[in-house]
Every structure is written in C-alpha cells, then in structure tokens.
C-alpha cells in the first residue's frame, strides 16, 4: 500500500529555515509528480508546491514563492521541501501528496512545523 512518511517539522524562529522530506513506498514514485500542501489552525488545507514525476518542473503559490523550494530523488524515493525566511504565517502541518492531473491522491500523515520566539 502507499505510504508517505514525512519528517523534519519542529520549531523555528522567525527567519529561519526547515527541511522536510517525505519518504515515499508502495507505487512507483517516479511516475507521479509530487506536492507539499499545508493547513494552519482553522484555516483550508493549502498548496505549497509542486514537482513534476522527472523534477523537471515545480510550482509555487505567490505566498511562498522565492522562499520554498521543491526537491526530489527519484532513486531514493524521496521527496524534500526546503523552507526559508520563515515567519508565523507559515505555522502549519505539512503533508506531503501523490499528485495526479493536479489532484491529491494520498497523503502522508503531517509534520507539524510552527515558527515562533
């Protein structure tokens, strides 16, 4: 079955940076492009970004483009999501997500990232 397992979450200070990645079983990863979404308390879950099957494309919503960049090893099967500059506003649990045509298929469990003195 598939399994998305996420890890690097934690605290932060504002202005500081995270790496989360996502170890993915279960299918055959270099088929499907790949995304990071995100939901903060009380708010919609949210798309982070995306990458293409090969890693030849990403996408970013404006909210955290230049800041957040998308990463994948087709050979480990793992995908990786570089944030920088961060600030309260990126408080949020992290999912990593099997993207097909755009749309989610499965997801991992979370991480929990909060940015906060």
């Keep these: 079955q ?9 605290l932060v200070q504002p202005g500081g940076s995270l790496r989360l990645s996502c170890l993915a079983s279960g299918f055959t990863f270099s088929s499907y ?5 995100r ?5 919609e ?7 293409s099957s090969s890693g030849g494309t ?12 998308i990463s994948r ?18 408080t949020a ?3 990593c997500v099997v993207t097909r045509y755009g749309n989610p298929l499965y ?6 990232v909060t940015v906060s003195s």
């Design 2 to 10: 598939v399994q998305l397992v996420e890890s690097g979450g934690g």
């Design 33 to 37: 492009a790949m995304s990071w979404y």
């Design 39 to 43: 939901q903060a308390p009380g708010k």
């Design 45 to 51: 879950r949210e798309l982070c970004a995306w990458i």
């Design 58 to 69: 990403s996408t970013y919503p404006e909210s955290v483009k230049g800041r957040f960049t």
């Design 73 to 90: 090893d087709n050979a480990k099967n793992t995908v990786s999501l570089q944030m920088n500059s961060l600030n309260s506003d990126d």
């Design 93 to 95: 649990v992290y999912y």
């Design 107 to 112: 997801w991992g469990q979370g991480t929990q």
